[in-house]
């Protein structure tokens, strides 16, 4: 154990986590004892709403999908935060896990919460983004767009996935073309994320885009 309790965190996982599909060093660094709790798997939510009160934490940390932390702590009018922050660990799709944590807080989560929770990532190795509670965060809004606009842009055929994705990676300096990204990383996960984010925010960008509908539908029938 840490000889400061206060930098400790216990970690409990319920549901399968894409933040930690294996083994990681911020998972090892974990505590039975520790000060703080991190909540993490597919149920953080209701493991952190089943879990009583923790006000007395320094921080608690709540994995996320593409949903808003306060679906798990509740809203008030603008007001709302606490010692509770939520985190996700960017991943895209079947791809390994990225070295960024997103940590997102809400209007009034307390600055100390905020510290604690980004040295604990940061021992670990990680990268951490402080962000707004907004579904989707930093960088799926960001990206889905882009790449619903290249798989349209291949339907219209503007030209060829391969010559896209060499014009991108050439004059951008992308390490990889968007279709070959998607490809690789799943076009049924980019239809999800998308789809919800879409319903969330009702912008005609994240509409999922007519080749992750598709791969979605051969995904729900095989």
């Known amino acids: 154990m840490s000889h400061n309790v206060k930098n400790t965190y216990r970690v409990s996982t319920s549901g399968e986590s894409r933040s930690f599909p294996s083994a990681h060093a911020f998972t090892d660094k974990a505590d039975a004892e520790g000060a703080s709790r991190v909540f993490s798997g ?35 009018r603008g007001h709302e935060g ?12 079947s791809a390994d896990p990225s070295a960024l944590i997103e ?3 809400q209007p009034n989560t307390r600055d100390a919460s905020i510290a604690a929770a980004k040295a604990a990532f940061e021992a670990a190795g990680f990268k951490v983004a402080v962000c707004g509670d907004f579904p989707g965060r930093i960088v799926d809004r960001l990206v889905r767009p882009y790449l619903n606009a290249a798989l349209r ?3 219209e055929k503007l030209a060829s996935a391969e010559d896209m994705d060499k014009t991108l990676c050439l004059g951008l300096g992308y390490p ?5 990204l998607l490809t690789r990383t799943g076009l049924a996960e980019h ?16 509409a999922p885009a007519r080749r992750a509908q598709v791969a979605k539908a051969r995904e729900d029938k095989a």
């Open 103 to 105: 940590l997102v807080r």
């Open 82 to 93: 606490s010692n509770v922050v939520g985190f996700a660990r960017f991943r895209m799709g």
């Open 153 to 155: 842009r291949l339907d």
């Open 191 to 206: 239809h999800d994320v998308t789809q919800a984010l879409y319903v969330a925010l009702g912008q005609e960008p994240y």
């Open 42 to 76: 597919a149920d953080a939510g209701a493991a952190f709403r089943a879990a009583g009160e923790l006000g007395a934490c320094p921080f608690v940390a709540i994995e996320l999908g593409t949903e808003c932390l306060g679906v798990h702590t509740g809203e008030d």
């Open 176 to 180: 990889e073309g968007p279709v070959a």
